[in-house]
């Protein structure tokens, strides 16, 4: 059996604990969920290290108090001690990409090291990239890039690769998706599929740590005043019985409030 309750904090709906590594895979928002689960997190007097260990944007002023480059484990450590808990939230990344204008991550083990830090209080990872497409399947031989400390795997997509055509426009790395998911490329992206990618050892949270929690969230719930296809996929996750997924999260990270609705296994 499945219920659904209306809950209002991501902090809420994804039962964040002490001391929480939080990875972000899939596609879909991550970036804007991980700047917005951290504001909301620094509110409730925690604090937080956002970083990634593939590669992002750089943040808004807005997203994040300080940014810190640096490819020295110490010297990153060291300004933790020294800074976060006046900060409250900083954001930590190896350095800046000539080319691409974007982050570079941090290695994995490095952030096993920013949790043990006394002062932190939840590291959040965004450990996959999508290059901005609602839908996306892991290349397998380094995707994603989930560090061992990880507790949490958030698995993203948009509500809006429902429906889209399965190509490299709307579904990043579209052959890899097609191969598991059975559809061919110019096909439509269904429900079905949609599970496949969040469930297939393939997919979306492969590599995940064996303890880790899994909660998919599907985002951008903004986009349509009808529930019921999102509601349709949840079901279908659940009714998998996955042994780590128990509940699924339908929000909306760009707006408030960002949770929609949680349709958790009972």
Not at 91 to 109: C, E, F, M, R, V
Not at 181 to 201: E, F, K, R
């Amino acid at each position: 059996m499945t219920s659904a309750a209306t809950i209002n904090t991501l902090k809420e709906a994804f039962e964040i604990r002490p001391k929480e590594v939080i990875s972000l895979v899939g596609a879909g928002g991550k970036t804007t969920l991980m700047f917005a689960l951290s504001r909301e997190l620094v509110a409730h007097k925690k604090v937080v290290i956002t970083t990634t260990t593939a590669k992002i944007s750089p943040p808004a002023p807005s997203d994040t108090t300080s940014l810190f480059l640096s490819r020295d484990e110490e010297e990153i450590v060291d300004y933790i001690i020294r800074n976060a808990s006046r900060k409250g939230h900083v954001t930590i990344a190896s350095g800046l990409l000539a080319d691409s204008g974007k982050l570079q991550g941090i290695s994995p083990l490095s952030v096993s090291k920013l949790i043990e830090l006394g002062p932190v209080d939840c590291v959040v990872v965004e450990a996959d990239g999508a290059s901005k497409r609602p839908l996306k399947a892991p290349n397998p031989e380094y995707e994603p890039v989930i560090p061992p400390c990880t507790t949490l795997v958030i698995a993203m997509v948009g509500i809006d690769a429902l429906g889209c055509k399965l190509s490299e426009e709307s579904v990043f790395r579209s052959e890899i998706a097609s191969r598991l998911t059975g559809i061919p490329l110019g096909g439509t992206v269904s429900a079905d599929a949609i599970v496949n990618l969040m469930l297939h050892p393939s997919g979306m949270t492969r590599g995940s740590p064996a303890e880790a929690r899994i909660i998919p969230f599907i985002n951008k719930m903004d986009l349509t005043i009808d529930l019921s296809a999102a509601r349709d996929i949840a079901f279908q996750i659940l009714a998998a019985k996955h042994t780590r997924i128990y509940r699924v999260v339908l929000g909306q990270a760009k707006v408030h409030p960002p949770v929609a609705e949680v349709i958790s296994r009972e």
